[in-house]
């Protein structure tokens, strides 16, 4: 499903954040590594010398994946470099969807600086609003350097609300765990709304409804991806908070890893608007975090 990941950067350490997850994806996945430097107009620093930075995190990155590449039973890492001049956001949507299958995977925050660093947050924003092709966000704070030989995406949230839409995501997480023998977590978030006394009686009547008709939803999904061989289970959450704090609350009770969703959804009696809550998400959680662009209807 995906025959190149893509990583952007900028020079700092704080876009290489997202570099460890590349490594490992990629090591495990067996799949091609590409880093991309965006160098802006006003960046007068020279070819050479930035051709010399990518190549010196190329040689850095081939070494780390091979830790992983036994799992994917492929040799050696394949590594390559590209060097764009630009809008960062423009060239890194324009280059990702010259590519075919792949994905992007890039810090979502970050520290700009005067004609050398991009402000990451805003290109990151900007790329998951625009691109056709899924995106990996890794939240760094600023400055953070990478931290390697930590990283293990053993654990991968599937948060879904049982539209088609938010199912656009479930091929990502299939593959994605397969490749990296990750268990899968599916979360649905049943929101409650008591508030007239008179008619509790039947909105718990209504609430155990929606819970039998979720859980068996939840359950053939986990039979599914349990006949491709894949650990599965299910979460079902009935809460009136909002569905993002929920799953922002799980994946750090739980030790999640990377949660998978997709980016717009149905509302509706049980359904969320997807495209906010994976909004929520990334902005408020901690957790690394792909977003799968639906192509289907949706109410934003």
Same mark, same amino acid.
């Given at each position: 499903?995906?025959?190149? $990941?893509? $990583?952007?950067?900028?020079?700092?350490?704080?876009? +290489?954040?997202?570099?460890?997850?590349? +490594? @490992?994806?990629?090591?495990?996945?067996?799949?091609?590594?590409?880093?991309?430097?965006?160098?802006?107009?006003?960046?007068?620093?020279?070819?050479?010398?930035?051709?010399?930075?990518?190549?010196?995190?190329?040689?850095?990155?081939?070494?780390?994946?091979?830790?992983?590449?036994?799992?994917?039973?492929?040799?050696?890492?394949?590594?390559?470099?590209?060097?764009?001049?630009?809008?960062?956001?423009?060239?890194?949507?324009?280059? %990702?969807?010259?590519?075919?299958?792949?994905?992007?995977?890039?810090?979502?925050?970050?520290?700009?600086?005067?004609?050398?660093?991009? *402000?990451?947050?805003?290109?990151?924003?900007?790329?998951?609003?625009?691109? #056709? *092709?899924?995106?990996?966000?890794?939240?760094?704070?600023?400055?953070?350097?990478? $931290?390697?030989?930590?990283?293990?995406? #053993?654990?991968?949230?599937?948060?879904?609300?049982?539209?088609?839409?938010?199912?656009?995501?479930?091929?990502?997480?299939? @593959?994605?765990?397969?490749?990296?023998?990750? @268990?899968?977590?599916?979360? @649905?978030?049943?929101? *409650?709304?008591?508030?007239?006394?008179?008619?509790?009686?039947?909105?718990?009547?209504?609430?155990?409804?929606?819970?039998?008709?979720? *859980? +068996?939803?939840?359950?053939?999904?986990?039979?599914?991806?349990?006949?491709?061989?894949?650990?599965?289970?299910?979460?079902?959450?009935?809460?009136?908070?909002?569905?993002?704090?929920?799953? #922002?609350?799980?994946?750090?009770? #739980?030790?999640?890893?990377?949660?998978?969703?997709?980016?717009?959804?149905?509302?509706?009696?049980?359904?969320?608007? !997807?495209? /906010?809550? %994976? /909004?929520?998400?990334?902005?408020?959680?901690?957790?690394?975090? !792909? !977003?799968?662009?639906?192509?289907?209807?949706?109410?934003?």
């Amino acid at each position: 499903m995906f025959d190149k $990941v893509i $990583v952007p950067l900028d020079g700092s350490t704080t876009a +290489e954040v997202a570099l460890p997850y590349a +490594e @490992e994806f990629t090591g495990r996945m067996g799949t091609e590594l590409v880093l991309l430097f965006v160098k802006e107009p006003q960046d007068y620093r020279s070819e050479y010398i930035l051709q010399c930075y990518m190549d010196n995190i190329a040689k850095i990155a081939r070494e780390a994946a091979t830790l992983f590449l036994a799992e994917s039973g492929v040799t050696e890492l394949q590594v390559s470099t590209k060097i764009l001049t630009g809008s960062p956001a423009d060239q890194i949507i324009d280059f %990702a969807e010259s590519q075919g299958d792949c994905l992007i995977i890039m810090a979502s925050h970050g520290q700009s600086g005067v004609g050398t660093r991009w *402000t990451l947050g805003s290109v990151a924003d900007k790329v998951v609003r625009a691109v #056709n *092709t899924p995106v990996g966000l890794i939240r760094a704070n600023r400055d953070k350097p990478a $931290v390697r030989g930590a990283i293990r995406l #053993n654990r991968i949230l599937a948060p879904v609300d049982g539209s088609k839409v938010s199912e656009a995501s479930l091929p990502y997480v299939k @593959e994605a765990a397969r490749k990296l023998k990750a @268990e899968v977590i599916f979360l @649905e978030i049943l929101k *409650t709304h008591f508030v007239h006394a008179p008619s509790m009686e039947l909105q718990i009547k209504d609430l155990k409804a929606a819970r039998s008709e979720v *859980t +068996e939803y939840l359950d053939s999904l986990v039979q599914d991806f349990q006949k491709s061989g894949i650990a599965a289970r299910q979460e079902i959450i009935e809460s009136w908070e909002s569905v993002s704090d929920e799953i #922002n609350r799980f994946t750090e009770l #739980n030790q999640i890893d990377l949660t998978i969703m997709a980016t717009h959804g149905w509302s509706g009696p049980r359904r969320w608007v !997807m495209g /906010s809550v %994976a /909004s929520n998400v990334l902005r408020e959680g901690n957790t690394p975090i !792909m !977003m799968i662009r639906s192509t289907g209807p949706f109410k934003d």
